[in-house]
Each structure stands twice: as C-alpha cells, then as structure tokens.
C-alpha cells in the first residue's frame, strides 16, 4: 500500500533563514509519507526551497492566511492533489521522523475531525504556553480531546473540508483565522481532534512582539463574531472578550492600538460575509466544552 500523499504549505519572507532550513530538514524527513511541498513567498520570491518544491511568488505581503490560501490552491491544481494539508510555520520544527504519520493516522481514527492539531513546545520538548493549548482548561496541555478552535501554524486539516468552507480567511491578514476556520468547519458538520501526543517544536515567541497584534486582534475577534455567530450571541460574546482584553491592555499594555482595532472591527463589521452558524452547531459547540460566548 503505498504511503498517504500531504501537501504542506511553508510560507516565508526570507527572514529566518536559519530556522527555514532547520523547518524544512526535518520536514524531508518524514517517513511513511508522501510529502509534496509548496514555499510561499510573501512579497518576495522564496530563497530557501526544498528540491522538487512548489514554489509561488506573491509579489506583495497578502497576510498570513492568504499566503496559505495561494500555497494551498497552488498544490490543489497539481495532479492529483492530497486528502490531507500540512500548514507549517517556517521556524517550527518536527521533533520525529514520524510526525506527520502519526497525525494522518489519528485523522483516519476521527474521521469527523476536519483538522488535526499537534501539541505545540518550545524547543525543550515540554514548554507549552496557555496559548498554544487550543481549548480550555490549557493548564494540561497533554491531555487530548474534541477542541473547537485550532493553533494556525502547525495544523493537518482535510483538503475535502478545507475547500468546502472557503480556506482561511484572507482579509484577516494575521491573527485569529484559526479560529474562524474552524468555526466554518463545525458548522459544515466537523469536528477538530487535539492530538497531544503528537509534538511539535516552536521557538517561544510572543505574539505581542509584532507591531501590529493588538489592532488586528482586536478588529479580526469582532469579525469573528460578526461573521459567524447568530445575532442573539454577538453582543454575549463581544461582551465578554471585550471585557477580558481591556483589562489585560490597561494592565499590560497596548490600550490604544487595542481600541483602534475595536472601532475598526465595529464600523467594518457589515463588509464582511456574515454566515451564521445553527442553533445546532452552538450546541455542539457547547457540549464539546466551548459554548461560543467565551
């Protein structure tokens, strides 16, 4: 039986050369898999490229999830293009040779789960911060279960239910497109599986160390909101996330640019495609442990 194919985007700006290669070496790595690879070059034409990579030359910054996008619709229109999509950030690192493997396997044992989330560590192997754990209760990063959100950078995700909602979200540049993807995912029927077992590597980087996290954040969670929830849960949840984040911005930090990104996110909220999800899929957001008002 031959191996399963994965497609795996890698999307870069040539400025972490260092850990791309690293990224890319244990991604060459993989045994049991058959992995085609496509390099996204976000305004810039991709320096470090795998051989017999894909490789595509954005010739402006689109944003993060964008760049996906094009890596993904890239590898879509090769022959026979795979059941299953690898994102992968270009300073993350697989720590085994079976990686990629095990993930594909844990989707075939949850074949409702639209996407499959490895547990995301620093470089020691055993340091996960609270947000890379995509659910709650991230005082136990080891222990798997059904999570309803997803870490964007290190996702496998089925190419069958990645196309049937529309990718990420691409107007959202950077910053919570996990989130809405996965939402669209739960509402198309899906579920999303936490394989904790499964490890992978990341430097332990803050988000706050980019000039822009505090605006976007803001204005892509009413988007979020907006896009996907029923009327009646917007204020609920916009409520309680806007109550959380200004306190954190006055204690922390980033208050101004925390209120530009609101007002953005409020007075382009009718731009954006609202598709609200059911009843039904609140409540079974609700029973796997994230009721969409937190």
Not at 48 to 64: E, F, R, S
Not at 129 to 138: D, E, G, I, Q, T
Not at 249 to 270: I, N, P
Request: aromatic letters at 8%; a positive charge.
């Amino acid at each position: 039986m031959p191996d399963p194919r994965i497609d795996v985007v890698v999307l870069t700006m040539n400025d972490r050369p260092s850990e791309e290669a690293a990224a890319q070496e244990t991604l060459l790595a993989q045994a049991g898999v058959d992995v085609r690879v496509c390099v996204v070059g976000n305004g810039c034409e991709p320096q470090i490229v795998p051989p017999g990579a894909l490789t595509v030359h954005l010739p402006n910054n689109i944003g993060i999830p964008g760049g996906r996008n094009a890596g993904a619709d890239a590898l879509g229109r090769e022959p026979g293009p795979a059941e299953w999509l690898f994102f992968l950030d270009n300073d993350a690192s697989l720590p085994r040779t079976d990686v990629l493997a095990r993930l594909i396997a844990e989707a075939r044992q949850h074949p409702r789960a639209a996407y499959v989330q490895p547990r995301l560590a620093g470089p020691d192997d055993m340091t996960t911060p609270r947000r890379w754990v995509p659910r709650l209760r991230a005082n136990r990063p080891e222990r798997p279960g059904t999570i309803t959100t997803m870490t964007e950078g290190v996702v496998l995700v089925r190419r069958e239910a990645f196309d049937s909602v529309g990718g990420w979200p691409a107007e959202f540049f950077l910053y919570h497109e996990g989130l809405h993807l996965a939402w669209r995912c739960w509402a198309a029927g899906w579920t999303g599986w936490y394989a904790a077992g499964i490890r992978m590597h990341h430097p332990l980087t803050s988000p706050t160390r980019h000039a822009l996290f505090h605006r976007l954040a803001a204005r892509n969670r009413i988007w979020v909101a907006y896009r996907n929830l029923p009327a009646a849960l917007i204020p609920l949840y916009l409520s309680a996330w806007a109550a959380i984040t200004l306190a954190r911005a006055v204690r922390t930090g980033g208050l101004g640019q925390t209120l530009r990104g609101m007002r953005e996110g409020w007075t382009s909220r009718r731009c954006q495609e609202r598709r609200p999800m059911s009843w039904r899929t609140v409540c079974r957001l609700t029973k796997a442990g994230r009721p969409p008002v937190i």
